[in-house]
Structure formats: C-alpha cells, structure tokens
C-alpha cells in the first residue's frame, strides 16, 4: 500500500520563476493537507483541499501561492515569482476522512531558491 | 503565538532508558492529538494519537498521556534504541479548524 508520495523531492529554482509541487495521497484517501517546514521549526498548515474543492486556506499566504486538487491527478501546490524566503520544505499530508483523523505525510518537497 | 509548544528542545537519554518528551499546549478546544517523529530529510512519521475523551494510550513500546487539567501531553519510549533518535513533534487538531498545529519539536539523541 504505497504511502503519501511527493514529488519532486528536491527543487532548485531562481528568484522569479515558478515552482510547481505535486502530491499523490494515499490510496483510499481524498483529503489533502499542505505545510510548510522552515529549517529547525515545526510545520505550519498552509491548504487543505478535497477533490475540486479548497476547504480552507488559512494557512496560505496571500499573494503568489495557489493549490489544486482536480478530479483526476494529483494536488498541486504553485509558488508564483519565487522569493529566497519561501524556501523551505513542503510536505502534503492526506487523511480518509477530515476532521480528527490522522494524516499521513509524504517525504516532502526542499524549495531552495537561488 | 504557537497553540502547542514543547518544554525541551533537545533530550539526551541513554540507550536501554526510557524517554519521557513534553508537550503543553494553549488551546481548551483541542479535542485531538497526535505524536510525529521526523527523522532528517524525512516527513513527519505518525507515532500515535489521542482523543480529548481519553487520558491514555498505549502502542508498541509508546504511550502517550494527556492531563487536560493542567493541558499537558507526554510522550513516552520504553527501553529506547538507537532508531528512535529523531525529533519528535506534538500536533493538535481544533475541532473548528482543518489543518494540524505543530510544536517546534524535542530532538532525542540517543547515547550508547
């Protein structure tokens, strides 16, 4: 039964671009959670989202970052016109349910912006 | 400021010993809560959880304890090994909120 898988694991990219980070949730789960981890921290809850729905984005900044989770394939988190300050490591996190249930991360995204 | 914070951020035990990490957190309207151990250059691993209408619970090797009075939560290793060197993180689940809230985490280091 593969695990929460993340990809790509390692993401180098220059002030400006844009950085596209993708997750596929467990099998069987449809609820989909993003974070983010700065280095000797703990994660901060970014999105959540099911099927072709943003359930809450509290999390998210307000500018530059979106994220999608379509019908088919996986979710999607976009970072617009990267800065040096959003890199960091980016991890997805799926439940079989919401609400009080245990999520389950993948390895993670590292965004290193150059 | 953070909802969940821990007492330690770093704990050394002797391998064999048992491991003891605390967790306090802020918020009365926790109602679930969850153990993570990271290793380096890894995702949050689920260790165990809890529910606000228990004060106990116990896994392989782990149990977890939850003083709602004094909203304190503690993780405990029996006979700790080698692989249990990571650092562990306490997450809370508001019942009004989606997302997880982290802890800054305790890292265990494990002395031969």
């Known amino acids: 039964n593969a695990g929460v898988m993340q990809n790509p694991r390692h993401l180098v990219r220059r002030r400006g671009q844009e950085a596209r980070l993708r997750c596929s949730p467990m099998?069987?789960?449809?609820?989909v959670y993003w974070y983010r981890q700065l280095p000797e921290e703990g994660l901060k809850f970014m999105v959540y989202?099911?099927?072709?729905?943003?359930?809450?984005e509290s999390g998210m900044p307000k500018e530059r970052f979106s994220a999608e989770f379509p019908k088919e394939g996986p979710s999607i988190l976009r970072i617009q016109q990267v800065v040096r300050g959003d890199s960091a490591a980016y991890f997805c996190?799926?439940?079989?349910?919401?609400?009080?249930?245990?999520?389950?991360f993948g390895p993670g995204t590292r965004l290193t912006v150059t | 400021g953070e909802s969940v914070g821990l007492h330690l951020p770093t704990l050394s035990v002797q391998e064999g010993d048992n491991s003891i990490i605390n967790c306090a957190y802020s918020?009365?309207?926790?109602?679930?809560f969850i153990w993570y151990k990271q290793e380096s250059g890894k995702g949050p691993q689920f260790i165990i959880d809890?529910?606000?209408?228990?004060d106990k619970r116990q896994g392989q090797r782990v149990t977890v304890l939850l003083n709602k009075t004094v909203k304190h939560l503690s993780l405990q290793i029996a006979a700790t090994q080698p692989g249990d060197s990571a650092v562990y993180f306490c997450a809370e689940n508001i019942r009004t909120a989606d997302g997880l809230t982290f802890g800054k985490g305790t890292h265990l280091i494990i002395q031969p």
């Open positions: 918020n009365s309207a926790s109602d679930y």
């Open positions: 996190a799926s439940s079989r349910q919401g609400g009080i249930y245990e999520q389950y």
């Open positions: 099998k069987g789960h449809s609820h």
């Open positions: 989202l099911q099927k072709e729905n943003i359930i809450d």
């Open positions: 809890i529910r606000s209408n228990m």
